[in-house]
């Protein structure tokens, strides 16, 4: 069964740091592309960060290039994202999903996203 799931959410001051990580299970980790996603109260989800082990592609979508870090660690089967710097409107539910198709790579379409996790909510106060 193909599992995800998020951790490392919390409440923090704006300028502060989280990281969040997202343990997966049920496939083989380094194949596929991890992509992590965010919904604000009353937006679209949307793409955040991106990384693919197979093909060495790392995504960040320009409202947090220079702030937040993926990486993973193919021996615990986990993605981070360290977030720095954090803002108000960094606010929203994060969640990790993974296409599982074949040549999977970054950065991974929420459409195409096939498996997510619970998600994690994050919230910067001002």
């Known amino acids: 069964e193909v599992q995800l799931q998020a951790s490392g959410g919390g409440l923090v001051q704006a300028g502060g740091s989280l990281r969040l990580s997202c343990a997966a299970s049920?496939?083989?980790?380094?194949?596929?592309?991890i992509g992590w996603f965010r919904q604000a109260p009353g937006k679209e989800r949307e793409g955040v960060s991106c990384i693919s082990s197979r093909d060495g592609r790392i995504y960040y979508a320009n409202s947090v290039k220079g702030r937040f870090t993926i990486s993973s660690d193919n021996a615990v089967n986990t993605v981070y994202l360290q977030m720095n710097s954090l803002k108000p409107e960094d606010t929203a539910v994060y969640y990790c999903a993974t296409d599982l198709y074949a040549g999977s790579s970054c950065p991974v379409s929420k459409v195409a996203a096939r498996y997510w996790g619970q998600g994690t909510l994050v919230t910067v106060s001002s």
């Open positions: 049920g496939f083989s980790f380094p194949d596929y592309a």
